[in-house]
Every structure is written in C-alpha cells, then in structure tokens.
C-alpha cells in the first residue's frame, strides 16, 4: 500500500508522528507521499523525508495561498523540483469554494507552477474544487505534464477529461462516506491510473471519521474501492501500488 497524498508535515502530527508512522508501517503500508503545499511545508516535509526512506514530498503553493506566487518563489520551486525527494508538484489548482485567493491569481499560479513541473520532468498533484472547467483547460493546454487528480470529486467532465490525456486519479476516505455518490467515477477510471490516499489529517474514513487521519488508514480506503470494482483487496492494492511507483518514480527516489 502506498498512501499518495499526506500532510505528514501538518502540526496536528507534532505529538506523536512517529507512533503514527509506526502504525503505518505495522499496517502495511510501504511509502507514504508527504505534501508540500507551501515553502514552509516543503521544507518541513524535506526534513521528514531525510530522516525516513519510505517518505517521498512534493513541493508547490496550493491555490488558497496563490496570492504569495512571486518569482522568487517560482524559483524556489524550480530548484526545489529537481531535488530527488521531490517527486511532484503540487498540491496545485484551484479552488473556487473558498476563493481564498482571488481566481485569476489561482490560475497564473496555477498555469505557472504547471510549466514548471513540465520543465523539471515531474508529475502534479492537483487540488480541484468546484473548478472543473477551468482546471480541465489548464490541464489541457499543458498535456506534457502528467496530473494527479486528488481526492477526486469532481464531475464526469473533468473525470474523462483527465482520463482523455491519462492523468492518474486518486481516490480518498471521502469513498467510504455515506454522502459518497461517485462510485461511477472509481469504476470508470482504468485500473492503471487509479491510486489511494488519505489526505490525512484530513477526511478520515469509516470508520475513523470524525478522528484525524492517518497513513495506516489507507487500508479503508483501499478496501472500499476493491468493493466497488469487484477485485480482491490485495489485486487492488497491487495495481495501486504499482501506479503509485511507476508515476512518482518511488523506485528511483527510495534509493537516492
């Protein structure tokens, strides 16, 4: 099991992240994808990262703090993209449900960190909420870089969109909730570009919600989605595995 998207670096694990990697680890879990949403919390995962050889990071400013995009934090990413650890850009997109930055500021930063992934020959994680046209226009004027599409919740559009240049889609805890309706979306994305996270510490699943996430809860995640296609728990995680690997190069940056 590979959980995929992680904020490990997030102060809610500051009491006791060790206990909370050694659960992870206990629980089958084999590398774990740190989330780099700001240049702090790059920084910070980085460190983890060095200290742990199954924990890989990314590197980017979400779309809620795309009003602090300025060159020199173009640079930083672009410097940062080409360290071995780094295996992504991201978590990048837009976000239109809180518009905590305003649009046309999310996507230059968006656009911007989008060419730079490109550049640096790195896949991105992006973060889509209620912006599914313009995420899938931004995604398709750039189809040299391979996206991730996280915690998917989108629209059909955005699914086939995103299929259409064979990004990878992953999927979170939100599939075991009993407001879940896209259990379409999980079945018609090809076993090849599918992947698993929590998002921790955020949407904990059944039956964890309501508690703060974690690594070693990828297990649920990983347990519904095998239901919902059909597949023996371990085929799924599996093929996740092997995804997870191939369009993160896990191999290649456990043994820098």
Known sequence: MIDTHCHLADPAYEPDRSEVLRRAWEAGVEHVVVIGE???ASDRAL????????LSTTAGVHPHDARTWSPQ??????ERLHHPRVVAAGEIGLDYHYDHSPRDLQRAAFEQQLALAGDAGRPAVIHAREADDDV???????????AILHSFSGGPALLRAGLVLRHYVSFSGM??????????AVLETP?????????????APVPHRGKRNEPAFVRQVAEQVALVRGLPVDELIAATGANAARVFGLKASMSS
């Open 175 to 184: 599939v075991t909730f009993k407001n879940w309706r896209l259990d379409r």
């Open 136 to 146: 899938a226009a931004v995604l398709g004027a750039q189809p040299q870089v391979t």
């Open 191 to 203: 076993l090849d570009r599918l992947l698993l996270e929590t998002d921790a510490p955020y949407l």
């Open 38 to 40: 700001s240049p702090d």
């Open 47 to 54: 460190a983890l990262a060095g200290a742990e050889p199954r």
């Open 73 to 78: 934090v173009a640079a930083w990413l672009r």
